[in-house]
């Protein structure tokens, strides 16, 4: 099995990325995904988060009111670390899980694991390699106002948030380009990924 850890700043490009990878037939495991399912109703990580943060963090379904938690965490440094604490654990376990599924049905796979916060949480010396997608943070700007309703102000504080290109590139194995059209990022996935298939057929041999 070939373990890849996709990677990119918001709105950067890496879910055309991931898409790309998934048609070719990688088998994709996306954090964001694991991250819901974590602190879904009856989880564990719901009880904490409530434990953590109180009762108004949930909706009147019982489920996470991930708005409301957000403007809770977003600008407080420490109340994000909390969270933090609490899910990624979890992300992680459940990572582990698809994980070892993929690997029983087939040791050939390539497992793309989709992380935005990869280098934020330390995970890049985890696979055998890690892609980052680029863009300009100009380019990635009006992709969130344009395409996303944000007020400038919110775009640029989101990015913030985040780790700098300049941290995700000093990980990346291999860095993709976001900032042109689909069609551009999605050629140079299926470059890497004949990298990919071949480096497994290796590996196996």
């Known amino acids: 099995m070939f ?15 991931l898409d790309r990878f998934a048609e070719l037939g990688a088998c994709v495991i996306d954090a964001d995904v694991l991250a819901r399912e974590a602190v879904s109703p009856g989880t564990v990580g719901l009880e904490e988060v409530v434990e953590a943060f109180g009762d108004g963090v949930l909706a009147p379904d019982g489920s996470l009111d991930r708005a409301r938690l957000g403007t809770i965490v977003f600008g407080d ?7 933090n604490g609490i899910v990624h654990p979890e992300v992680r376990r459940l990572s582990a899980e698809r994980e070892a599924l993929v690997a ?3 040791p050939r796979a390539v497992v793309v694991h989709d992380i935005p916060l990869l280098v934020e949480t330390g995970q890049a ?4 390699l890690v892609a980052v997608v680029v863009a300009p943070e100009d380019v990635r700007l009006q992709r969130l106002v344009t395409s996303r309703g944000m007020s400038e102000d919110e775009a640029r504080a989101r990015i ?5 290109d300049v941290e995700r590139v000093s990980v990346a194995d291999v860095t ?6 689909p069609e551009a990022l999605r050629a140079e996935v299926d470059a890497l990924w ?3 298939v071949r480096e497994t057929a290796e590996e196996l041999a």
Do not use: M, N, P, Y
Request: net charge positive; hydrophobic share 35%.
């Open 125 to 128: 010396e985890s696979f055998h």
């Open 160 to 164: 913030a948030a985040q780790a700098t």
């Open 77 to 83: 440094d420490e109340a994000r670390r909390r969270l």
């Open 104 to 106: 029983a049905r087939d």
């Open 194 to 196: 004949e990298r990919v």
């Open 176 to 181: 993709l380009d976001g900032s042109g059209t």
């Open 3 to 17: 373990r890849v850890g996709l990677t990119g700043g918001i709105a950067a490009g890496k879910s055309v990325a």
